[in-house]
C-alpha cells in the first residue's frame, strides 16, 4: 500500500524552519541517527528519498504570497500536490490547503482522481475546470471553489524537491525532513509539456530542515540547535520560488 495515499488528510502542528549548508547538514544527520529513524516509506528506496511536486495557487495580486510576507497571523494557500516527476507513475494526488494560524499550521487535503492531472487539458482553467466537476465534496473543495469564484486563483508556478523524512525513536509525532535539490517552474500543469520553461533552482547547495511536532521540542534536539548554532527562519518555497522567477518580490 502506498502510505502516502493513506496518510492523515487532515492535521495541525508546529513547524520550524532551519537553513543548512551541505557541510551543516552532512554532520547534523549524522548526529540525529541516535535519535532519529528513517520514515520506513523511504528505507528501501535509494538515497532513501521521496520526489515532492506541488503546483501552487495564487490570485493575481499574489495575496497568498504577500500575506506570506507581511507574515500575517493567519493566511492559507492552495496546490495540487503529488510525488512523482513522472506522469506516468501512479502516484497519489491531493489537493490541498495548507496555513498558519498563530504559530500553529494545518493541512486539509483531498484525494483526487490521478487522471484530472494527467489528461491533455490538465492546465490552468481547464485544469481548475476538471477538479471542480470531480472532487468529491469536503472542506477543501468547498474552500477551493469560493477561492476560484470570488477570489480568481489559477495556479502560478510548480515546486520540486527531494525529501529524506525521519522521525524520532521516542516519539512518532516528532518528524524532521530535509529537503534538497528545490527548482521552481513557472508552469499552470502539474506535469507541463515540452514547450514549458526550463526549471531554475532555488537554494542551491543548501537544505531546508522541517522540523515538525505537536507540542514541544524534546531536549536533545534544543541542545543540537544550540551546538550547531541552528537559527530558525521564516521561508516558503513558493515565496522563493516566485522570486526566483520574477513574479514577486519582498520589498519590505
Known sequence: MNTKATSPLHFSR????YILSAQKRSSLENELNYFLQLDPFVRDKQ????????LYFDDASFTAFNDKVDGLHSRSKFRVRTYSRSIET??????????????????????IDNTIINSNDASGSCLIANMIN?????????????????KGISPVALIDYA????????????RLTFDDSLTVQKTKAVFPN???????MILAGYTVLEVKFQHHIPSWFH???QAYELKRISISKICSGMEA???????S
Request: charged share 30%; proline share 6%.
Open 163 to 174: 525529501r529524506r523524512p525521519y522521525v524520532s525513536k521516542y516519539d512518532p509525532t516528532f
Open 90 to 111: 501512479n502516484a497519489p494526488v491531493f489537493l490541498e490547503i495548507k496555513g498558519r494560524h498563530n504559530n500553529l499550521v494545518f493541512k486539509h487535503r483531498v484525494l
Open 47 to 54: 538515497d532513501h528519498k521521496y520526489t515532492v511536486r506541488s
Open 223 to 225: 541542545r543540537l540547535i
Open 194 to 200: 515540452g514547450n514549458a520553461p526550463v526549471a531554475k
Open 245 to 251: 522567477l520574477g513574479l514577486a518580490f519582498d520589498e
Open 14 to 17: 508546529f513547524e520550524f524552519k
Open 134 to 150: 470531480t472532487i468529491p465534496e469536503s472542506i477543501v473543495s468547498d474552500q477551493f471553489k469560493y477561492d476560484v469564484y470570488r
